[in-house]
């Protein structure tokens, strides 16, 4: 579980623009995205930065390493190659000093250990369903047959969840199901009106 609050730390827009004020005539050269293959099996988008106080100095003042796992987020699924550039400029930049808020790591560094800490959460497991018997599968059906509202036939789904019964069983439940739904849904339909006769007057 994280326990840092993201808005205490800057996107890497805002030291780009800091360092445009700073450094009129200096450069942000980002090397192309390169890909390359992990240990296991994933791979990687590596990216280096090289920042220049001045665009006609022959060597960086600073550096900025990033990289980003190929679709281990929604971003990284389209956009790995992009996000993993704009991380090395955020570190980049941080190593001259641009961290305005005190926090060196980039907002968009911050966003990549949340999605960390999150696929690494353990999932809660689901209980084991129960063992379905005959008396329970009659109980089933009687109590499917007798719902009388969308809020019953609800209730009942809840219940029918918790057993574990073959497919056989479980298609013909649904399709009880969904013409017990249908039943409920549709409107009844109303009797033609009959038309009064009038006895004549002798």
Sequence with gaps: MGYF?????????????????????GRILPD????VLREDGKYQWECWTHVYINKEDPMPTVRGFASEIEGSSPVNRTNASENCETSSIGRALANLGFATKGKRPSREEMEKVARAEQST???????????????????????????????????????????AMPEEKRALLLSIYQEQKESLTSEPKSEPKRK??????A
């Design 196 to 201: 009064s006769v009038k006895t004549p007057v």
């Design 5 to 25: 609050n993201l808005d205490e730390y800057e996107p890497v827009e805002n030291r780009i623009r800091a360092f445009w004020e700073a450094h009129p005539d």
């Design 121 to 163: 959460q353990p999932k809660p497991s689901l209980p084991p369903k129960i063992p379905l018997t005959d008396e329970v599968w009659d109980s089933l059906l009687k109590e499917l047959n007798q719902c009388g509202s969308e809020e019953q036939l609800k209730v009942w789904t809840a219940l029918a969840a918790t057993y």
């Design 32 to 35: 192309k995205p390169v890909l």
